[in-house]
């Protein structure tokens, strides 16, 4: 891992967005830090986490932005996103409510987002395939209706999660270079 006070070549902000439960926290910290957590921890404000990630031939900073659970009272403000250049949306596969809330969170993307930001649509919890009520393919629709890139990760058992991640910030990077 390189040191945080490493010199890099940009800074990238990027948020997570979803319904409470869904695992952003627990995506974020596979992450940042290859932790998990069975229980959420809560805190109060905004949080961020930080990795440093290779591009091309560029040194990125990723600051990445987590919910401390204001989701729950529908209480995200702008200022969470100001500046915001990716977003990673994540639903539960196994929570059919939390795919049918996207509609909801795709509008608050484009009210108070940035017009070309990365969006990646994430369905987490895979792991979870006895009680999924979410198919994959549907995931691919809405994104492909949309004009997002999806993926399904599972947090506890970190699959997919580097790939989202990465994904996010290599379109991101292309996208401002
Ligand atoms: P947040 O509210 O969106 O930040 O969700 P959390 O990260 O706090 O996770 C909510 C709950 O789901 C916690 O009990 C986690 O342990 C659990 N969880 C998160 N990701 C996964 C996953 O990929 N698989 C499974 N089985 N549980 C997960
Ligand atoms: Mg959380």
Known sequence: ????DEECDYLFKAVLIGDSGVGKSNLLSRFANDEFRLDSKPTIGVEFAYRNIKVADKLIKAQIWDTAGQERFRAITSSY????????????????????????WLRELREFGNDDMVVILVGNKSDLSDSRQVEEEEGKKLAEAEGLC????????????????LQMITKIHDITN
């Open 1 to 4: 891992h390189q040191a945080f």
């Open 81 to 104: 996103y100001r500046g915001a250049l990716g977003a990673l949306l994540v639903y539960d596969i196994t929570r059919r409510e939390t795919y049918e809330s996207l509609r909801k």
């Open 150 to 165: 999806f993926m399904e990760t599972s947090a506890l058992q970190n699959l997919n999660v580097e790939e989202a991640f």
